[in-house]
């Protein structure tokens, strides 16, 4: 394993050291920290792999450039973010043509970062949702003894057959349980709703006891409630959990700019409210944001905001987990 992988970023703001009000000031180069990080990000530009038409590999440098609009200090929370070392190992170059081999890249580059930070918090910044899986492989590979939970957010169930289909970004949770990575009974999914799953992948799920929570039950529940139950369940028998965010939870007025856009689904503040508590679990070591693209976005960026915005919230809440 090395770092052989990792690139600077398209796109990095000079700005300088003395101060840090906002977040484009505050992450540093992962290359250029003197300490530990607490959380380090990394791009997996890569949206080849996507069933639908998806420019999600453009979202790393979009996701970056954003970082000017936000400050590093939480009002709701009254909390400064400046606290923890928040360090950008850059991204993931990707073969132009050969999406296997990209694959392999990201599972290296994710062992390797697991390996040389074993207590830090890993990010992945897609890229669609095929990434999810050569993540999570590559964490397996480093911690081969320990048990992995998911959790989800997610429209789909992301079980389509990879025989089928080859590695895409609908297949990440199924190759992960047919290759033992993770067990279906470890895998939760909360997002699910109306339309947008056929039976034959409902039937994969309840036969591999998937845990699926749509939407409309965890609104009954309450959200919160939901995700605190799912991340108990998770903990009282995984070692770590992995969170992967399928943008696409979101619904289609709030969130455009997406490949698989769909009616009925979160708004905003749910997702915001979601990663705040997802980022206060110990048992949540890593996450990733997937399937957000930027070309089919509003002259607004609004889904580019959301994604970022989200992305703070699982910050703040990693910091609410010593309080």
């Given at each position: 394993?090395s770092?052989?992988?990792?690139?600077?970023?398209?796109?990095?703001?000079?700005?300088s050291?003395?101060?840090t009000?906002y977040v484009?000031?505050?992450?540093?180069p992962?290359?250029?920290?003197?300490?530990?990080?607490?959380?380090?990000i990394?791009g997996a530009?890569?949206s080849?792999?996507?069933?639908?038409?998806s420019?999600?590999?453009?979202y790393p440098t979009?996701?970056r450039?954003?970082?000017?609009?936000?400050?590093?200090?939480?009002l709701?929370e009254n909390i400064?973010l400046t606290a923890?070392?928040v360090a950008d190992?850059?991204?993931i170059?990707?073969?132009?043509?050969d999406?296997?081999?990209s694959?392999?890249r990201?599972?290296?580059?994710?062992?390797?970062?697991?390996e040389r930070?074993?207590?830090?918090i890993?990010?992945?910044?897609?890229g669609?949702h095929?990434t999810?899986?050569?993540?999570v492989r590559?964490i397996?590979?480093?911690c081969?003894?320990?048990?992995?939970g998911?959790l989800?957010?997610?429209?789909?169930?992301?079980?389509?057959d990879?025989e089928e289909l080859?590695?895409a970004?609908?297949?990440?949770?199924r190759q992960?349980?047919?290759?033992?990575?993770v067990?279906?009974?470890?895998?939760?999914?909360i997002?699910?709703?109306?339309?947008?799953?056929?039976?034959?992948?409902?039937?994969?799920a309840e036969?591999?006891?998937?845990q699926v929570?749509?939407l409309?039950?965890a609104?009954?529940k309450g959200l919160?409630?939901?995700?605190?139950?799912?991340l108990e369940?998770?903990?009282?028998k995984?070692?770590?959990?992995y969170v992967?965010v399928?943008?696409d939870?979101l619904?289609?007025?709030?969130?455009?700019?997406v490949?698989?856009?769909?009616?009925?689904g979160m708004?905003?503040?749910e997702?915001?409210?979601?990663l705040?508590?997802?980022?206060?679990?110990p048992?949540v070591?890593?996450?990733d944001?997937?399937?957000?693209?930027?070309?089919?976005d509003?002259?607004?960026?609004e889904?580019?905001k959301i994604?970022?915005?989200?992305w703070?919230?699982?910050?703040?809440g990693?910091v609410?987990?010593?309080r």
């Open positions: 394993m770092e052989k992988w990792l690139q600077a970023p398209e796109w990095s703001w000079n700005t050291k003395e101060e009000a484009h000031q505050w992450i540093q992962l290359n250029e920290l003197r300490s530990l990080p607490n959380l380090i990394y530009p890569i080849r792999s996507s069933i639908s038409v420019g999600a590999s453009l979009e996701f450039r954003m970082w000017k609009r936000f400050s590093t200090y939480n709701d400064d923890l070392q190992a850059g991204d170059v990707m073969h132009t043509t999406i296997p081999l694959h392999q990201i599972q290296e580059t994710s062992a390797y970062l697991v930070y074993p207590h830090t890993t990010c992945m910044i897609g669609d095929s999810t899986a050569c993540a590559g397996k590979e480093v081969e003894q320990k048990t992995i998911i989800q957010l997610d429209t789909h169930l992301d079980v389509r990879p080859g590695p970004n609908g297949t990440p949770i992960l349980i047919d290759g033992n990575i067990k279906g009974q470890d895998v939760i999914n997002g699910l709703h109306g339309y947008f799953n056929a039976k034959p992948l409902i039937d994969y036969k591999h006891n998937i929570v749509t409309k039950q609104r009954r919160i409630n939901t995700i605190q139950e799912a369940r998770l903990s009282a995984v070692d770590l959990v992967t399928d943008m939870v619904d289609i007025s709030v969130a455009p700019g490949p698989a856009s769909t009616p009925g708004t905003s503040t997702l915001f409210d979601a705040l508590e997802i980022g206060k679990h048992i070591q890593h996450i944001f997937v399937c957000l693209d930027p070309t089919k509003s002259p607004g960026a889904t580019v994604g970022v915005y989200a703070l919230q699982f910050i703040t990693y609410l987990r010593s």
